[in-house]
Antibody, heavy 118, light 104 residues
């Protein structure tokens, strides 16, 4: 059974940095494309970032490009989201999701809440 | 950037059929996926590649596409189907519709 567990969320001041982690079990991050999707309070889903199955290609949403980096550690079966220059608009639940075949996001974690506030 | 349009809300009586639409430019050339999200929970994939159902999703859920819109249809709606529904396509990255609140 696939399980994705996000961690690293919390309250952070504007302009600071934060790293989110996603621990995967039941799937190998080396065999999946992995994504981060966020959801601001009371709002819809927003795709944030993707790392390809081979780990070579990364893509980012327009609102986070330049401030966010997605990475993975296949030896630990972990995916990360490094966020810098955080803004209040980055306040959201951040979900880690796995993608088996380049289209839908098949498996999701429960999310971790990031609150950017002074 | 690519935008998917969904109605903000749909209301249906129990036992009836609910249809949620998703429109976007050239959507006919893209594979559309649908997610269900209940309050306080993570999204769950309910339809992929326009009309395929993942294992464990009831046959009451179906998807289709025609012209410039895709549709998610839920037959014999139950109270437990009350949720937000999002469509999604792949473009540069992944694009989500704004979501539709289904009220039963």
């Amino acid at each position: 059974q696939v399980q994705l567990v996000e961690s690293g969320g919390g309250v952070v001041q504007p302009g600071r940095s934060l790293r989110l982690s996603c621990a995967a079990s039941g799937l190998k991050v080396s065999a999946y494309a992995m994504h981060w999707v966020r959801q601001a309070p009371g709002k819809g889903l927003e795709w944030v970032a993707r790392i390809s199955r081979d780990g070579i290609t990364t893509d980012y949403g327009d609102s986070v490009t330049g401030r966010i980096t997605i990475s993975r550690d296949t030896s630990k079966n972990m995916v990360y989201l490094q966020m810098s220059g955080l803004k209040t608009d980055d306040t959201a639940v951040y979900y880690c999701a796995g993608d088996r075949g380049g289209g839908p996001l098949d498996d999701w974690g429960k999310g971790t809440l990031v609150t950017v506030s002074s | 950037s690519y935008v998917l349009a969904q109605p903000p809300s749909v209301a249906v009586a129990p036992g009836q059929t609910a249809t949620v639409t998703c429109g976007g430019p050239n959507i006919g050339s893209k594979s559309v996926h649908w997610y269900q999200q209940k309050p306080g929970q993570a999204p769950v994939l309910v339809i992929f590649n326009d009309g395929a159902r993942p294992l464990g999703i009831p046959e009451r859920f179906s998807g289709s596409k025609s012209g410039s819109a895709a549709s998610l249809t839920i037959n014999r709606v139950e109270a437990g189907d009350e949720a937000d529904y999002y469509c999604q396509v792949s473009d540069t990255g992944r694009i989500f519709g704004g979501g539709t609140r289904l009220t039963v």
